[in-house]
């Protein structure tokens, strides 16, 4: 199906009408405001500025007035700004990256679905189109609100606590002094109550389009296209929108992976912030596959039945030509064009089972396990390297 849907109208037999997810939604309404300063070019770079404009930059300002050093530990101040690498990571990077994702996600989907509708791997009637395209927009509109309503709550939640962990004048954290917050306390608590109401609404989103990919799936017909050029069937524009979501993912327990090493080496953290830290480690080894796959699941069904339809059909043929060939065995030999037909018929189906069953090639798969796999080995990366050191000072010592 393609979101560029085709409506029946009374004066002419279809008209186009594109599927607009990003009704109700405020990010993608003030984002979309950039587009029109020198139109929609350079509109990545757009957003990681303003992204920047909005976190980053107040962060940095707030720091500079701060009355301690931005890189110099003191005994009551253990963790400098410029020290806080998950701070530095989370707003240069991360925080940057997830809002790209996010206010971009309608373009991608929608040039995914015209591809496939293009290529002809899914074809679907005029009025399930029209029918897919009203259902859906209601749909998206409706997650978008509640994604921006459980954002506003997780983001007040997280930075409260945030607040809770880092205040006290023991913990050593650059954001407070003597159990007050500093100006560039007040800034982080916002940053990080930002962040965190983005991250809701990207996870709603992206289940919203999981089921708009099932809902497609069941009211379209599926034609997987053996030897694409994609080496997925015709799909590999699909099973992309599930690696931007790993490339997210990843991003984030980058975080987790400094936020660790950052309270090990400078900070004396409670011991709930442990648990929350060990916490957050497990969930990103669960939840890495799965919101790669998640997204993809409803087109593997489609996949799996049309090549068991596929298959089906030849085997059947195959069966019948077998059936009528027993038929003439005792009445003649059998000719040179019945072999030919049998041997096709092979052919064929050994074309066919070497069809996909996934909307990803080798390609997208091993950049999933790449991302997938870089905080996970980034985590060994600080004891490995002092094991290293400590190994080297013992062996120098002697």
């Given amino acids: 199906m393609s979101v560029t849907a085709l409506v029946p109208d009374r004066s002419l037999p279809t008209s186009t009408m594109p599927l607009i997810t990003t009704s109700g939604s405020v990010i993608h309404r003030l984002f979309g405001y950039l587009d029109g300063v020198h139109g929609s070019s350079f509109r990545v770079l757009k957003i990681y500025l303003a992204s920047l404009a909005v976190t980053f930059l107040p962060l940095v300002l707030s720091a500079l007035f701060s009355p301690f050093s931005l ?43 015209e591809t496939v509708q293009a290529d002809g791997t899914i074809t679907i009637s005029d009025i399930q189109k029209y029918q897919l395209t009203t259902r859906w927009q209601t749909n998206f509109h409706v997650a978008n609100v509640v994604g921006q309503l ?40 916002f940053c990080i109550f930002l962040f965190y109401t983005l991250v809701p609404i990207y996870i709603i989103r992206n289940v919203a389009v999981s089921l708009l990919f099932r809902d497609i799936v069941a009211h379209s017909q599926l034609h997987m296209l053996p030897l694409h050029p994609d080496k997925s069937g015709g799909l590999r524009p699909v099973g992309r929108l599930g690696l931007r979501n790993q490339y997210a993912l990843s991003l984030l327990g980058i975080n987790v992976v400094l936020l660790v090493t950052v309270s090990i080496l400078y900070l004396d953290i409670p011991a709930p912030l442990n648990t929350l830290l060990l916490v957050a480690v497990l969930a990103y080894l669960i939840l890495g596959p799965a919101v790669f796959v998640a997204p993809l699941l409803p087109f593997r069904g489609g996949m799996l039945r049309s090549k068991s339809q596929l298959l089906g059909e030849v085997a059947q043929r195959i069966r019948r030509e077998l059936e009528r060939l027993r038929t003439q065995l005792p009445s003649g030999p059998i000719l040179k064009e019945d072999e030919e037909l049998i041997e096709r018929l092979r052919k064929i189906g050994a074309v066919i089972e070497e069809l996909p069953v996934w909307p990803f090639d080798a390609s997208t798969l091993r950049k999933f396990l790449a991302a997938y796999a870089i905080p996970i080995l980034s985590s060994a990366g600080y004891p490995a390297a002092k094991m290293a050191f400590d190994v080297t000072k013992s062996y120098l010592s002697i």
């Fill in 71 to 113: 890189v110099t530990p003191t005994a009551t101040h253990r963790l400098p700004f410029l020290c806080d690498w998950n701070v530095l990571f989370m707003f240069l990077v991360s925080f940057p990256c997830l809002m790209i994702l996010t206010v971009t996600d309608q373009d991608e989907l929608v040039r995914a679905l």
């Fill in 150 to 189: 459980l954002g506003l709550v997780v983001g007040s939640v997280v930075a409260y606590l945030n607040y809770l962990a880092y205040a006290p004048a023991s913990v050593g954290f650059w954001i407070a002094n003597n159990d007050h917050l500093l100006p560039a306390g007040v800034v982080f608590l």
